[in-house]
């Protein structure tokens, strides 16, 4: 499942960069949560919405009835436009319990549309636009736990992937288009030709590949620091550079972090992939929490124990880690033989050996807004 997952989010930055497969990955998406519809739209800072650049499961024809009538009579749309971005809303009672079901909205434009329950999200979409995300289902069945989990590890990789294709696109007629998108992130980002060279750098790149912990240049070509990493990340590239689909890379540990390196295809000014890739390397916090949270989804850890499970198996005393976590020792050492007992390990050099193998799959995962890579000013 989990491999799945990670491969959905890689999906969605090659349609997002390409402007490509967004049906593709809305038929996925919908087949793995039961919805029966699927679509996405850029609105601007007023919340009117414009002409969706993705439809699933819903005709035009809806669409342009709600963008005429319907919207303004939405209860939903001032709490969706004030709640926090990359959050999963229950549409169904967030304008409060059964508002939204007594509207000329729901009787007259979602039934008749089978758009009985409906989830939604809004991301950033660049140049101070908003991305609305809205899935839905005919049946009156709520959605259960697992599909809200998975919606919500897949809500930031829209926006994220949706802001990076408009960014590209946004550029593709200026004489410096790929340098401008790399200096427009917030993020380490190397340009890299179709045999893994580097042709392009920006500075947070830069400062990587001085600092050698988790990136290195060898002749020109990008590096994992780990062997393990390298091997990883050599394949992410040659994938793109092939035209299948690559995976994110886990470069790390360092630390207590569990940094990433996000490979994407270069795009030419035709709008084809050239020979390449893209490799965006958030800052290491960003995506602390990965691994974590593949140990809670998968092990049944709480949040405690896998955070405590992690710190032990990257060297750290118990002590400090009581002190950071200001407990006692004895909690720690609880919480300890409790994250073992889940994954089935009984020594502490054990426990090492299967995160450090679990941190190959494991590549994606984060939460809202932990890739890191956004351009200024959001």
């Known amino acids: ?22 049906d593709q990955v809305a038929s996925a998406v919908c087949e793995a949560v039961q919805g029966e519809a699927l679509w996405a739209q850029v609105r601007g800072g007023n919340g009117v919405p414009q002409a969706p650049f993705l439809l699933h499961g819903i005709s035009q024809r809806a669409i342009d009835d709600y963008a005429a009538h319907y919207w303004r009579l939405n209860p939903v749309t001032g709490p969706m436009m004030t709640s926090p971005l990359d959050e999963i809303r229950n549409l169904d009672v967030i304008a409060g319990a059964g508002v939204l079901q007594r509207t000329e909205l ?63 696109r946004a550029a593709r007629d200026e ?15 190397f340009l890299l030709d179709g045999e893994g ?61 569990t940094p990433l390196a996000f490979v994407l ?6 709008g084809g992939r050239d020979a390449g890739a893209v490799v965006l390397v958030p800052p290491v916090d960003a995506a602390v929490s990965a691994l ?39 909690t720690v050492r609880n919480q300890v033989k409790r994250a073992m007992d889940k994954l089935g390990v009984r020594r502490r050099q054990e426990l090492v050996a299967m995160l450090a193998a679990a941190a190959g799959p494991v590549e994606v995962g984060l939460r809202p807004n932990s890739i890191g890579c956004v351009p200024p000013g959001t």
């Open 106 to 168: 729901f009787h007259d434009w979602a039934v008749p549309n089978g758009l009985v329950r409906s989830l939604g999200w809004r991301g950033l979409a660049g140049d101070g636009d908003v991305l609305a995300v809205t899935v839905a289902r005919a049946s009156g069945v709520d959605w259960s736990p697992q599909e809200l989990r998975l919606l919500r590890r897949l809500a930031p990789h829209f926006s994220h992937a949706t802001r990076v294709g408009r960014g590209i």
């Open 1 to 22: 499942m989990a491999a799945d997952v990670d491969r959905l989010i890689v999906r969605i930055y090659e349609a997002g960069v390409s402007g490509e497969g967004w």
């Open 175 to 189: 004489a410096r288009a790929l340098r401008s998108l790399l200096d427009s992130l917030r993020c380490a980002a």
């Open 292 to 330: 974590a949270d593949w140990l809670v989804d998968t092990y049944d850890l709480t949040p405690a124990e896998a955070d405590v499970a992690l710190q032990v198996s990257s060297g750290a005393d118990l002590r400090d880690i009581a002190g950071e976590r200001a407990t006692s020792i004895g």
């Open 265 to 270: 295809p270069r795009v030419g000014a035709d």
């Open 197 to 257: 060279r580097i042709t392009a750098a920006n500075a947070p790149a830069i400062g990587l590949l001085r600092a050698g912990d988790l990136l290195r240049d060898d002749s020109r070509h990008l590096r994992a620091a780990h062997p393990s990493a390298d091997a990883r990340l050599r394949a992410s590239v040659a994938a793109w550079s092939d035209g299948d689909v690559g995976r994110p890379v886990y470069l790390g540990p360092v630390g207590r972090s």
